[in-house]
């Protein structure tokens, strides 16, 4: 690789980004072109690799995510060099970023990967976090220790393992839908899930949790992170696995939901005794006895749009996110989507030539399959990044690539309120109209089972619980085989559904 100015580079590949889409797809070309450089250009000290990986079936996978200090990635790989600074501006007319550091990286294909930051209800308030990477979760945590009540503002993934995980400290959950966890399940879905709220956790969830408590090591990363003031990568799905997320107090769950409504006003503690508006104490709903007074003066209150007004002593932020775009819109003509990510194409190009974008700062422009959708997740920063690689290998080389198989097929596996969850393809009947219909097993506290039916195939499923059922149900969305016949044989517990289609 050329340098001409101190700092400054000349090379083929640069990624922006040490998260799983970047660092994918840094390696990806680095395997492509062994004796090429690669330069993965990252504001955070540390890399997220994907380890572990496991190719469940066809289009489920399954991985660890490990965060490792960027010396790592490059002794894994000696043709990455990973430089350790933010991207200030591109210029992409004159093909090159410009970094905090005063390097300035010129490039010939460019891989954007600088993920996405929480979308906040409030900004600069002490009191609203966000969580996005390993301070944020530790600053929750501390925060936390101190805490009699909290406050989740959100429905998505993250408000949902917090809501099960905080242990020890009241919860009021505040979604602006009808049910909980609106992005993954419908409301039959929800009220399965809901029931392990109000019952205390297992022993053996406990202990597991603590075996995993935060190592020496990430502590020292994390730390070294603090002293740079940067953006960090986005935690994965064990995120809240290395912390304890215990109150003040000595219990499990105590949790209780408004549904419906957002939060109309926040209240510092001065403001709210000028207001003389009245808070609630938290609703009993026939559990345990409260633990606070309905006398208490907190921190702050959160008014919401049903009239409702809590205390408590902070409010956590979980209402999605927003790509990281702005250090790479100016003097650029990027088109961006409705959720203003980066466009991207088929080939995972941007509007601008030779700049390629991945994860969760892109928004997927191309015509997606019927049985897919874009959703920021782990598992499609990490197959974005290395099919963007690949695009790039191929535009390099001057060859063609199809669309990668992973596209074809929404597909993920997580865990809720410990429970394995897998989605496939239109799992919430997304986009179908009211064309379609729905098939229900349920066992309460073992298994939740939905399948979604168009025109007698199979376009979508929620499994909750060990159903053993993802790969014959992802071969039967695969391949669109009209199931009319079977009607509802297809979810009857007593017939064995893998031998039926073997
Ligand atoms: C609390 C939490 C829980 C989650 N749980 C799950 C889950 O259970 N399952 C799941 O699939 N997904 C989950 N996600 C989402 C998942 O973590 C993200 O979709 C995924 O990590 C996105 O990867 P990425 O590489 O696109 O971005 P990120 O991981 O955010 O990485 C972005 C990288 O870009 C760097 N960067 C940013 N700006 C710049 C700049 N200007 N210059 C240089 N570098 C820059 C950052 O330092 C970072 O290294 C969760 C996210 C959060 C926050």
Known sequence: MAASVPGSTEGKFVVVGGGVAGVTCAEQLAVHFPSEDILLI??????????????VSKVLEEFSVEEQPSTTLESRFPNIRVIESGVKQL???EHCVLTEDGGRHVYKKLCLCAGAKPKLICEENPYVLGIR???????????????????IIGNGGIALELAYEVEGCEVIWAIKDKAIGNTFFDAGAAEFLTSKLAAKKSQAEIANKRTKYTTDGRKKVAQSKASTGNIGSALGPDWHEGLILKGTKEFSHKVHIETECEVKKIYHREEFRISKKNSLAFPQNGQKP???????I??????????????????????GVTPNTERFLFGNNFDLGEDSGLKVDDHMCTSIADVYAAGDICSAAWQPSALWQQMRLWTQARQMGWYAAKCMAAAA????V????????????TKFFNYKVVLLGKYN??????????MLRCTKGQEYIKVVMQNGRMMGAVLIGETDLEETFENLILNQMNLSSYGEDLLDPNIDIEDYFD
């Open 429 to 438: 009947a997304q986009g179908l109209g009211s064309d379609h219909e729905l």
């Open 91 to 93: 210029k992409s007319e």
């Open 290 to 296: 409260s633990v606070t007074t309905d006398n208490e």
């Open 298 to 319: 907190w921190p702050v209150y959160v008014e919401l749009t049903n009239g409702k007004m809590y205390g408590c002593d902070f409010i956590v932020s979980a209402t």
């Open 402 to 413: 199809d669309m990668d198989f992973s596209f074809e097929l929404f597909a993920h596996v």
């Open 42 to 55: 990252t504001a955070s000290p540390v890399i997220k690799a994907v380890t572990n990986f496991k190719q």
């Open 133 to 151: 990477d390993t301070d944020s979760a530790q600053e929750f945590q501390k925060q936390l220790i101190k805490a009699k009540r909290i406050m």
């Open 397 to 400: 080389s001057g060859d063609s």
